[in-house]
């Protein structure tokens, strides 16, 4: 540089970072139930063994014509219109998937598509079904920095296109669905106080779909073995939930000062509700205070923490200045957990 020159540059985001809030939620869930009653005639199964070891008693099949960003737009323009905004402002749209409509373009690109969203740059983020809190705390950070002042995060999945249907012990468990949240900066100082974010790529076989990416091509030999489907070792799965879960969110509470009293609801990952009592245990946290619908939908992976977070927000059971954890953990493994001022 010449030494004359007395360069006057602004750096637009060197200023202190800026209180992000959660403006509006949304969410969308396919017509079709399927019952644990009708899945005892597709494979050897139960209602009871569904119910009493996982809490599920029927969950969402998107149409075979549905695919996972039809089912985002749907959740993002409920998102927009809570948040009284137009696709046209929004900045930025991540989507949070492990069911994507193709390998490339990212889902985001066609939910820009569908919704209007002309202005938004667009990405996916894979973490399985910790997705949306991944996506949450990526747009959190381009938000509190200035790089975005309208941000769109979808959890959306078609669980039904990765199951293997002949495999009873993990068809029962899934469903399909998708939500939505608008993330932007406000002066009150709440909004989203922190996310913990974890993963251990050690254990990524213990639940994955190993078939059909550049390790393993499809070919007649991975689509014989049926590797093109989601694979999981349910006990070990169960173990490192509950405990990586329980830690994030203590760490959660600890890092804002707050203990599990402060807290007002808790939206865990709804894959299976003895799981949920598991971590409630060790949170010394009362069921009353979780928010559950396992139930209705099954495992919607990335979708599940923010389908309930829109039923619970729409519902009245969150109300303003609350405060909310929401608690994640899938394949990667990954998990995350986020307190969030309402
Ligand atoms: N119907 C009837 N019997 C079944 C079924 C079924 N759908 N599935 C398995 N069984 C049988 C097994 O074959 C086994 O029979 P066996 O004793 O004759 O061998 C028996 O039931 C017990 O099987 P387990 O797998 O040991 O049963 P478990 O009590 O561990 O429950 C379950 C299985 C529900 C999958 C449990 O391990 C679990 O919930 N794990 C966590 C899975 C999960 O939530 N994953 C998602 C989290 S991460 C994410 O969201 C991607």
């Not at 060197?14 to 949304?26: E, H």
């Given at each position: 540089m010449n030494p004359e020159t007395t360069r006057k540059l602004i750096n637009p985001k060197a200023s202190a970072t800026r209180t992000v809030s959660i403006v509006g939620t949304g969410s969308y869930l396919p017509e079709r139930v399927l019952t644990n009653k009708e899945l005892e005639t597709l494979v050897d199964t139960s209602?009871?063994?569904?119910?009493?070891?996982?809490?599920?008693?029927?969950?969402?099949?998107?149409?075979?014509?549905?695919?996972?960003?039809?089912?985002?737009?749907?959740?993002?323009?409920?998102?927009?219109?809570?948040?009284g905004i137009e696709p046209g402002d929004v900045d930025m749209i991540i989507v949070a998937t492990c069911t994507p409509d193709m390998f490339?373009?990212?889902?985001?690109?066609?939910v820009q598509k569908q919704i209007g969203a002309s202005k938004a740059f667009c990405l996916d983020v894979s973490a399985a079904c910790s997705g949306f809190l991944y996506a949450l705390e990526v747009a959190h950070q381009f938000v509190a920095s200035q790089s975005a002042h309208t941000a769109?995060?979808?959890?959306?999945?078609?669980?039904?296109?990765?199951?293997?249907?002949?495999?009873?012990?993990?068809?029962?468990?899934?469903?399909?669905?998708?939500?939505?949240?608008?993330l932007q900066a406000r002066e009150e100082?709440?909004?989203?106080?922190?996310?913990?974010?974890?993963?251990?790529?050690?254990?990524?076989?213990?639940?994955?779909?190993?078939?059909?990416?550049?390790?393993?091509?499809?070919?007649p030999e991975t689509l014989d073995k049926r590797m093109n489907y989601l694979k999981m070792a349910?006990?070990?799965?169960f173990k490192h939930a509950v405990t990586n879960m329980s830690n994030a969110v203590l760490e959660a509470l600890k890092q804002c000062g707050a203990t599990v009293d402060d807290v007002a609801?808790?939206?865990?990952?709804?894959?299976?509700?003895?799981?949920?009592?598991?971590?409630?245990?060790?949170?010394?946290a009362p069921m009353?205070?979780?928010?559950?619908?396992?139930?209705?939908?099954?495992?919607?992976?990335?979708?599940?923490?923010i389908v309930a977070l829109d039923e619970a927000v729409r519902s009245g059971r969150v109300q303003k200045e609350?405060?909310?954890?929401?608690v994640v953990f899938g394949g990667g493994f990954t998990w995350a957990a986020s307190l969030v001022e309402w």
């Amino acid at each position: 540089m010449n030494p004359e020159t007395t360069r006057k540059l602004i750096n637009p985001k060197a200023s202190a970072t800026r209180t992000v809030s959660i403006v509006g939620t949304g969410s969308y869930l396919p017509e079709r139930v399927l019952t644990n009653k009708e899945l005892e005639t597709l494979v050897d199964t139960s209602d009871d063994w569904i119910y009493t070891r996982t809490g599920i008693r029927e969950r969402r099949i998107a149409a075979p014509d549905e695919a996972t960003s039809d089912m985002a737009s749907h959740a993002a323009r409920k998102a927009l219109e809570m948040a009284g905004i137009e696709p046209g402002d929004v900045d930025m749209i991540i989507v949070a998937t492990c069911t994507p409509d193709m390998f490339f373009p990212s889902t985001a690109c066609f939910v820009q598509k569908q919704i209007g969203a002309s202005k938004a740059f667009c990405l996916d983020v894979s973490a399985a079904c910790s997705g949306f809190l991944y996506a949450l705390e990526v747009a959190h950070q381009f938000v509190a920095s200035q790089s975005a002042h309208t941000a769109l995060v979808i959890g959306a999945e078609k669980m039904s296109s990765v199951i293997d249907w002949q495999d009873r012990t993990t068809c029962v468990l899934f469903g399909d669905g998708a939500g939505a949240a608008v993330l932007q900066a406000r002066e009150e100082p709440h909004g989203i106080l922190t996310t913990v974010l974890g993963a251990n790529g050690n254990l990524s076989d213990l639940l994955s779909i190993p078939g059909g990416g550049s390790r393993l091509p499809y070919s007649p030999e991975t689509l014989d073995k049926r590797m093109n489907y989601l694979k999981m070792a349910g006990r070990e799965v169960f173990k490192h939930a509950v405990t990586n879960m329980s830690n994030a969110v203590l760490e959660a509470l600890k890092q804002c000062g707050a203990t599990v009293d402060d807290v007002a609801c808790i939206i865990p990952h709804q894959a299976n509700a003895r799981i949920i009592q598991a971590i409630g245990q060790r949170m010394n946290a009362p069921m009353e205070k979780f928010y559950i619908n396992v139930h209705k939908y099954g495992n919607t992976s990335a979708a599940s923490t923010i389908v309930a977070l829109d039923e619970a927000v729409r519902s009245g059971r969150v109300q303003k200045e609350d405060l909310i954890l929401m608690v994640v953990f899938g394949g990667g493994f990954t998990w995350a957990a986020s307190l969030v001022e309402w």
